[in-house]
């Protein structure tokens, strides 16, 4: 009896609105049929024919503590990884939506990494493959450095974030 891999992430929301447009509008994830739950929230698909949804937000109801909000904290997770092509059109888009991010090279191979936040304080990374980028070796500024376990994740730059999204990316 094996794991045969990861199905899905699920990801709890106070602004669902936002949380949507950034996997979509920001990092090109498509919108998912998603089953009437009873209560607010998205699937969210990779863009392939055969889009899998792998990461399932939900709003309200059962996504609210027993204080009526999100908890902030992820407990020991860290990141959620993703693979992905194009660094530097991924480094445009969060300029542009003006969000922080930061940048990694793994030494020794041929993979490059970059970590962003949703708005929930979920942090991603997304792993691109040096040999497909064809591109050369991009150079890190000092600030941009990513740093295990030092987060950089500022809520007020997530204010309004699907309304920016929408203006940059219309």
């Known amino acids: 009896m094996p794991i045969t891999g990861l199905l899905h992430v699920a990801i709890k929301t106070e602004d669902l609105a936002s949380t949507v447009a950034f996997y979509t509008r920001l990092l090109g994830l498509r919108i998912a049929h998603r089953p009437d739950f009873g209560y607010p929230g998205a699937w969210i698909a990779v863009p392939t024919p055969v889009g899998e949804a792998v990461i399932h937000i939900y709003a309200g109801g059962p996504a609210l503590g027993s204080e009526?909000?999100?908890?902030?904290?992820?407990?020991?997770?860290?990141?959620?990884?993703?693979?992905?092509?194009g660094w530097t059109s991924f480094r445009e888009?969060?300029?542009?939506?003006?969000?922080?991010?930061?940048?990694?090279?793994?030494?020794?191979?041929?993979?490059w990494q970059q970590f962003v936040y949703d708005p929930n304080g979920v942090q991603l990374e997304l792993t691109f493959d040096a040999d497909a980028?064809?591109?050369?070796?991009?150079?890190?500024?000092?600030?941009?450095?990513?740093?295990?376990?030092?987060?950089?994740?500022?809520?007020?730059?997530?204010?309004?974030?699907?309304?920016?999204l929408d203006r940059c990316f219309a």
């Open 93 to 111: 888009r969060f300029a542009r939506a003006a969000l922080p991010w930061r940048e990694f090279l793994i030494p020794g191979t041929t993979y």
């Open 68 to 85: 009526g909000k999100v908890a902030p904290e992820t407990g020991s997770i860290d990141h959620v990884s993703v693979t992905a092509f």
């Open 133 to 164: 980028e064809g591109i050369a070796r991009p150079e890190i500024a000092e600030p941009m450095r990513y740093r295990a376990g030092t987060s950089f994740f500022d809520p007020a730059s997530y204010r309004n974030l699907h309304e920016r």
